[in-house]
């Protein structure tokens, strides 16, 4: 059985997050297309200007391996974009169809959060210098976009988050659009009333005790 160096198993790393990160380049736009919320859309746009400098940061940190920068494609961010996309067609514009770009765009920070987080260890253990400064830049930044992420989705920065708008009934995204849209589907909202209420109930209690 053929066996790999730790320093190849060290690229294959690098080419899966290679992989990644351009697919995650080719899918924001259309995230931040689908967006309502401003604070949403600013946040998805930022996080595409970090992740083409990150996608940057490893083709140098290829060349200062001497090896040519090549993605060998990531099917786990394959599956998570092509699933997020799916689910957000479940949903028309609005606050939900935002709270399921943020659940798909956090699976995604986290996927590229544990990656990064070995990637840098294993340059750390092989000393590879620059390596673990570039790669560890690049996992601050995607720490920061999880946090930025929850910060919308649970409004502690202005108001009510993402999450709280979709719970009340999922209506357009910011502004009079929004009033207009909850009045108009207030009918199915109030139908739904009964068991949402005691579920909503729960959660706020369990976002108190945190
Ligand atoms: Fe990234
Ligand atoms: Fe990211």
């Given at each position: 059985?053929?066996?790999?160096?730790?320093?190849?198993?060290?690229?294959?790393?690098?080419?899966?997050?290679?992989?990644?990160?351009?697919?995650?380049?080719?899918?924001?736009?259309?995230?931040?297309?689908?967006?309502?919320?401003?604070?949403?859309?600013?946040?998805?746009?930022?996080?595409?200007?970090?992740?083409?400098?990150?996608?940057?940061?490893?083709?140098?940190?290829?060349?200062?391996?001497?090896?040519?920068?090549?993605?060998?494609?990531?099917?786990?961010m394959e599956g998570l974009l092509e699933e997020g996309g799916e689910h957000m067609k479940e949903v028309p514009r609005g606050s939900r169809?935002?709270?399921?770009?943020?659940?798909?765009?956090?699976?995604?920070?986290?996927?590229?959060?544990?990656?990064?987080?070995?990637?840098?260890?294993?340059?750390?253990?092989?000393?590879?210098?620059?390596?673990?400064?570039?790669?560890?830049?690049?996992?601050d930044e995607e720490a920061a976009a999880d946090e930025k992420l929850t910060k919308i989705a649970l409004g502690r920065v202005l108001g009510?988050?993402?999450?709280?708008?979709?719970?009340?009934?999922?209506?357009?995204?910011?502004?009079?659009?929004?009033?207009?849209?909850?009045?108009?589907?207030?009918?199915?909202?109030?139908?739904?009333?009964?068991?949402?209420?005691?579920?909503?109930?729960?959660?706020?209690?369990?976002?108190?005790?945190?």
């Amino acid at each position: 059985m053929a066996s790999k160096t730790f320093h190849e198993l060290f690229l294959d790393e690098l080419r899966d997050l290679y992989s990644a990160e351009r697919q995650i380049t080719k899918a924001l736009p259309k995230l931040i297309k689908a967006a309502s919320n401003t604070d949403l859309g600013q946040a998805l746009t930022s996080h595409l200007d970090e992740t083409r400098a990150q996608v940057d940061r490893l083709e140098r940190i290829f060349d200062s391996l001497g090896e040519p920068p090549k993605g060998k494609k990531c099917r786990g961010m394959e599956g998570l974009l092509e699933e997020g996309g799916e689910h957000m067609k479940e949903v028309p514009r609005g606050s939900r169809r935002d709270a399921l770009i943020i659940a798909g765009a956090q699976r995604v920070e986290h996927y590229e959060i544990s990656a990064y987080g070995t990637a840098r260890a294993w340059a750390e253990q092989m000393k590879h210098d620059l390596a673990v400064s570039l790669l560890g830049q690049t996992l601050d930044e995607e720490a920061a976009a999880d946090e930025k992420l929850t910060k919308i989705a649970l409004g502690r920065v202005l108001g009510d988050g993402v999450n709280e708008k979709a719970e009340k009934g999922g209506g357009g995204g910011d502004g009079k659009k929004s009033a207009a849209k909850k009045k108009a589907t207030g009918k199915r909202s109030g139908e739904r009333g009964g068991k949402r209420g005691k579920k909503s109930r729960k959660k706020k209690s369990g976002k108190k005790a945190r």
